[in-house]
């Protein structure tokens, strides 16, 4: 699913380009002179819809809510990526990750992991958060910086915790991501049925998720606008 805003019409030749997961996330950041893309998962789609938007696109961002994976990162709590580690390695824009950290109370700088997995488990959330050095993980940073790398645009990566690295993901959460962004109601409900063991975990996660959605939103009114880049802060891109 692709957003496009009032301020960023279907001629727009400039935009700021930001990928999320989910419909949700799209719809909070989603503002004039921002082209959003939801991936839902699928790593193809979202690789082909943003090289598609990336003509003209003066940075990208990864969007979004994120795991944790060290302690002392609570629900809520927002990380700016000082570099992204796992299926790519890349460095984020240093001006764009000082203004995002400058204007988010309490955010904290960090390294991101990416690799297109959701990790559920939390032997392999600090397995990751040691090995990687990495403080959150998300499924699209990856792809949001092989595109940025490929046409040498300012990538960041801005996101909110929704879950602890103590929290296992439950199956019911894991099966749920539909391809564009949606939630699948279905898929959910028939992992409950088959496993109803997780419903403590599952009801913990959706709480978990509510939280991080309402600190995501207030954040990004503090990043408005542009997720706090340069550009937009000076107002040269909507005046363009």
């Known amino acids: 699913m692709t957003i496009r805003e009032r301020g960023a019409p279907l001629h727009s030749s400039r935009h700021l380009l930001v990928a999320t997961g989910f419909h949700r996330e799209a719809r909070i950041v989603a503002q004039p002179g921002v082209v959003v893309v939801a991936g839902g998962g699928v790593e193809a789609e979202l690789e082909e819809r943003l090289e598609a938007q990336a003509k003209g696109a003066i940075g990208i961002a990864s969007f979004g809510l994120a795991g944790a994976l060290r302690d002392g990162l609570d629900i809520g709590d927002w ?3 000082t570099g992204l580690a796992g299926a790519v390695n890349a460095e984020t824009d240093p001006a764009w990750r000082d203004a995002a950290l400058a204007r988010l109370p309490g955010a904290r700088p960090g390294i991101a992991y990416a690799d297109g997995r959701m990790i559920d488990s939390i032997a392999e959330k600090r397995r990751l958060g040691t090995e990687a050095d990495a403080s ?5 940073s990856h792809i949001a910086a092989r595109v940025a790398q490929r046409h040498g645009l300012p990538f960041a990566v801005i996101r909110c915790v929704s879950d602890r690295v103590d929290h296992m993901l439950p199956h019911a959460i894991t099966v749920s991501m539909r391809p564009g962004g949606a939630i699948d109601g279905w898929a959910m409900l028939g992992s409950l049925l088959r496993r109803p063991g997780q419903l403590a975990d599952l009801l913990v996660t959706m709480v978990h998720a509510g939280r991080a959605f309402r600190a995501l939103s207030h954040g990004n009114g503090v990043l408005e606008p542009g997720l706090g ?6 107002n040269e891109l909507l005046n363009a």
């Open 136 to 140: 959150i993980v998300d499924m699209e």
């Open 79 to 81: 990380v700016v990526a």
């Open 229 to 234: 880049f340069p550009a937009f802060a000076k």
